[in-house]
């Protein structure tokens, strides 16, 4: 095909196709292994990429019409986990004039999230509530199904099509000749009343029964994912009600002690990782050199983060509410940073907006609050800026960077939540006064043994108080029976 072909592909998909290992695998698992259907898709789809300028799309390019429709945008998840793709078909007319435009627009968001969340799968949904004829175009929706099934691949989980009047029925029989057998498996036609089976009502909008307040508005892009700000010490909502001051008071305690725990065995950790090391290359020797490691630290160019993709909480009955994420300064500036989320309602976040200096490492506790809990869907990005050196780092002055900061300057990185129903979690998780140790690198090795050693100096005060309390009681003891023997003595010498 390349030999044959090679001026009707864009240069960075071959490039792409030759160092992505994921990319490929996709493409022969959307066609069953079957390595000539498989060319045939890359083929399609590589033609179709370069022909619609995939890699190039972007607002500047796009009508600015188009985004401020809200005919098509990304936001929420469905029970799954998987990102929903919303096409609100009451906002579509046809009209040939604009069809070119709307289909780039399809490519614009699936690229953008393609390449933004590393190609994980999507849910389709056609809300199709209060539309009609007007609103049919069966062109447009072909388009939609073939990027899916030709061009996309492995990136369709279903398509969720509420409220499908019945004079569309006719049409959707030929929609269904388009999808094949496999993707006609995916269609899940519902209503008010089943809609609730696939998506959850925290991401449906009220006329599909549900209580997400969510407004599609541009400019600026949606930030799908994360509308709603967070402020500076938790969720907008009154936490004092479900917290009290004590309890602020006494996770900013724990807060300060787990640094000063981890700057107290700093040196020892550097001695146990030399040796962790050594014995690490002892036993990889005979590996060969480019042999890929799990990664549990995001590398970013201001910032590593641990861990890299997921914070794991437990579910109501194991109980675990807290999660630690490490920040590393890798730059020679400070680095100003803030943390936001998917439920604000839910989490308190410490600190949320502040800055970490070159070199150093800041803890931020994440934690649940009242009688929340943590859910697959509920998402966390982190945004970093690099300051200048004369810049203060107060609140006010952190206020203005945000404000001032372009956004090509703004490093992001995205967590997902994980939910632990046994009691082995495999990341960084904090109960009150336990931790569940995963086997990862000596990263977190170290974090662990820190933790170790403040859960058993708490040990060693609570055991100490125990036998200064066993001492008193001992002492008491033997006071109140002297005290009774010498009453026996007094009573028995009266009656002699």
């Known amino acids: 095909y390349f030999l044959d072909k090679s001026d009707k592909y864009d240069s960075r998909d071959v490039e792409r196709l030759q160092q992505d290992d994921k990319w490929v695998e996709n493409y022969l698992i959307w066609r069953h292994d079957v390595v000539d259907d498989t060319l045939k898709m890359i083929d399609e789809s590589f033609q179709w990429r370069k022909e ?18 809200g005919a098509l945008f990304l936001h929420g998840y469905d029970k799954e986990g998987y990102k929903l793709f919303w096409f609100k078909v009451k906002h579509h007319t046809r009209d040939p004039k604009q069809q070119l435009d709307k289909k780039k627009l399809v490519a614009f968001w699936l690229e953008h999230y393609a ?8 849910t389709v949904v056609f809300d199709m509530a209060e539309t009609g004829i007007s609103h049919i175009d069966l062109d447009f929706v072909r388009f939609i199904v073939n990027c899916f099934t030709d061009y996309y691949p492995n990136f369709l989980t279903k398509i969720v099509i509420f409220e499908m009047p019945w004079i569309m029925n006719a049409a959707f029989k030929i929609v269904k000749g388009w999808l ?24 449906l909008p009220p006329h599909m029964g549900g209580t997400d307040s969510f407004k599609y508005s541009y400019p600026p892009l949606v930030d799908d994912d994360f509308q709603t700000p967070l402020c500076e010490n938790g969720p907008i909502t009154s936490e004092d009600e479900h917290e009290s001051k004590e309890e602020i008071d006494a996770d900013t305690k724990e807060a300060g002690e787990l640094n000063e725990a981890q700057n107290l065995n700093q040196k020892k950790m550097n001695s ?38 997921e914070l794991y909480f437990g579910s109501k009955e194991t109980g675990e509410k807290k999660c630690l994420i490490v920040l590393t300064n890798v730059t020679k500036n ?39 809990a943590a859910s697959l869907q509920d998402r966390f990005l982190i945004m970093a800026a690099e300051m200048d050196q004369s810049s203060g780092a107060g609140v006010p002055e952190l206020t203005q960077f945000w404000k001032e900061v372009p956004r090509t300057k703004v490093m992001e990185h995205r967590l997902r939540c994980h939910v632990i129903e046994s009691s082995k979690p495999s990341s960084l998780t904090l109960k009150d006064n336990a931790f569940n140790i995963p086997a990862k690198t000596n990263e977190d090795l170290h974090i662990q043994l820190t933790h170790l050693l403040q859960i058993n100096r708490r040990l060693e005060e609570q055991m100490n108080r125990c036998l200064w309390f066993q001492q008193l009681s001992v002492v008491v003891s033997l006071l109140s029976v002297t005290v009774a023997a010498f009453c026996f003595y007094l009573a028995y010498a009266q009656r002699n």
């Open 272 to 309: 146990i990782e030399q040796i962790s090391k050594s014995e690490e290359t002892d036993k990889t020797e005979v590996k060969p050199k480019n042999a890929k490691k799990a990664l549990t630290t995001f590398k970013g160019p201001l910032l590593h983060i641990s861990p890299a993709e």
């Open 52 to 69: 619609y300028t995939v890699n190039d799309l972007s607002e500047s390019v796009l009508p600015k019409w188009l985004f401020e429709n």
């Open 115 to 122: 390449k933004r969340d590393h190609g994980k799968p999507l």
């Open 334 to 372: 400070v680095v100003a940073f803030k943390v936001r989320t998917t439920a604000p309602e839910k989490y308190r976040v410490k600190p949320s907006n502040s800055s970490c200096e070159p070199g150093t490492s800041l803890d931020i506790i994440v934690s649940l609050h009242g009688g929340f």
């Open 180 to 203: 094949g057998p496999d993707a006609i498996s995916m269609l899940k036609f519902t209503n008010k009343s089943d809609v609730q089976e696939y998506i959850s009502g925290e991401y």
